[in-house]
């Protein structure tokens, strides 16, 4: 931006613009699609993140579901929860996850308070690693 008075330059101030990434849902805060169960149980909630945005945003998870899956396709139990965090049950069930078994979030709704228009996410998958 350049701010000129009768042909004088005045002011002068050069800014950048980045693109802000997708939002995303996360498990554990984790952007990636695979975690170890000690990562997942340290954390056992969704988030609705904007990676590398200041932006403090209000938008939080209001509820999901999904299931557990071996690493064969055989599904082990169904979910859901109607906050970001897993149940108990739930979160023992993570405890005896193995190697390569997967938990598939579907059916999620994001929003805010207050919010009238609340959101479903896109379904996503997270791989026991």
């Known amino acids: 931006i350049t701010v000129s008075q009768n042909g ?3 002011f002068a101030k050069v800014f950048e613009v980045s693109r802000i990434a997708d939002p995303k ?3 554990a805060k984790h952007y990636t699609t695979d975690a170890t169960i000690d990562e997942i149980l340290l954390d056992p909630s969704l988030y609705f993140v904007v990676p ?22 055989d ?20 405890a005896s996850l193995r190697k390569d078994d ?3 979030f579907e059916k999620g709704i994001i929003g805010s308070p207050g919010s009238t228009m609340p959101r479903r996410f896109a379904s996503f998958t997270i791989t026991v690693k």
């Not at 590398?52 to 396709?73: D, E, K, P």
């Open 102 to 104: 997967k938990i598939y």
């Open 75 to 94: 599904t082990i139990k169904t979910f859901s929860s109607q906050t970001n965090r897993f149940t108990s049950k739930q979160i023992k069930i993570i």
């Open 8 to 10: 004088t330059l005045i």
């Open 25 to 27: 849902i996360c498990l």
């Open 52 to 73: 590398n945005c200041l932006y403090m945003h209000n938008a939080t998870v209001w509820s999901f579901s999904g299931a557990f899956i071996r690493q064969n396709g």
